[in-house]
């Protein structure tokens, strides 16, 4: 394109300069042939002369090409109006949380009524239904508070049926705890059950562990303390305290009649023979040896566990050997199936009538298929009170 330009503008030079010579030509030729004419005559004779200088040519000069037009710029488009609710975000300072952002996978409690089971650090349960401890998410966006539930009210006491009872003798009972998980892994520990008494109180523990490589890991630790009198085991306070978790108490209020928990806000009325989870071997052996034609039809039991209570129904399915560190033991076996709407595990018992009736063997099968099994090893007596 610039080329083109050039070359117009040299050809443009070159015909205005053999335009200018030529009309000096014609200039010098005119003014020759005026010289001694008349003033008008030269006047009239002018015209032809300029009409000769406009007869030559010229070379009109060409024009630049065009460039093609330029689209014009689109304005961009309208920014729509923020909402109310982002402005007062904007204001507050506030930015919402990502969908999905600080969510918290629930902590699932064991299975009520798992006297016998827990639950083993790293998987998802183990011997006495210790679960595992699940900490919350990071980032968890603080949660507006909720309004103050009302107090639930107390619920209905249920009928009880009343036993003829004989309080076991001081004892420790050491067992072997034999686990499998829902998947299969296998575990292995220890459990004790031991309680002294005196004429007027009792006082329970229940220690459950695992032994893991050489090291043995605590799992489990049950406290009952209370009174004695025609009802068997009267329990007045529970403590349970898992692995990783904060220790709870169930309150069995002989004064006001009240059963009711700290980890929970449920209350119910004591009825004859209530429980707690520690004491409830015992009382079954205290009944057993009252009198064991009691042992029939369903034995009904109120127990408290850590955030609720419901009547645990047993019933007899026979008398059976079993096969102990200690030899081979005569036992009748007692079961609580699961009871849909109140616990969903199975409990079982084994009672031996040449060991006072005392629990020689106790297995949970968990809702989860998971089964746990403590069989005794070794049964010490000790002396009232100690």
Known sequence: MSLAIASNRRRRKIVFGALTVL???????????????????????????????????????QPPPLQPPQPALQPPPPIPP????????????????????????????????DAA?????????????????????AGTPPQPAAEPAAKPEAKPAPEARRYKVDLPPAADI??????TDANGTRWSGDALLSWTLTPTSYKIRVEAGIT?????????????????GDEGFMPALMTEKRRGRSMTATHFNRKDGRLSFSASEANYPLVWGAQDKASLPLQLTAIARGD????????DILVGEDRD???????????????????????????????????NSRLDLWLAPDYGWMPVQIRNLEASGAVTTQTVNNIVMKNSGS
Do not use: C
């Open 82 to 113: 923020l909402p109310l609710e982002a402005v007062e975000v904007a204001q507050s300072g506030d930015a919402p949380a990502a969908a999905g952002e600080g969510a918290r996978a629930p902590v699932p409690d064991a299975a009520p009524g």
């Open 174 to 179: 050491q067992m072997d705890v034999a686990r």
């Open 309 to 343: 209570a419901s009547v645990f129904s047993f019933v007899v399915l026979g008398q059976e050997q079993i096969a102990t560190r200690m030899g081979r033991i005569a036992t009748w076996h007692l079961a609580r199936p699961p009871k849909p709407g109140s616990y």
């Open 292 to 299: 064991p034609q009691q042992l029939s039809g369903n034995i």
């Open 23 to 61: 009309l000096h030509l014609l200039v010098l030729d005119w003014l020759s042939g005026q010289i001694g004419k008349p003033r008008e005559q030269a006047q009239r004779e002018a015209p032809p002369a300029e009409a000769q200088l406009l007869k030559t040519p010229i070379t009109p000069a």
């Open 212 to 228: 893991i490589v050489f090291a043995h890991v605590n799992l489990l630790t049950l406290t009952s303390e209370g009174a004695v």
């Open 117 to 137: 089971g827990t639950q083993a650090p790293g998987q998802g349960s183990a011997p006495n239904a210790v679960a595992d401890v699940q900490s919350p998410q």
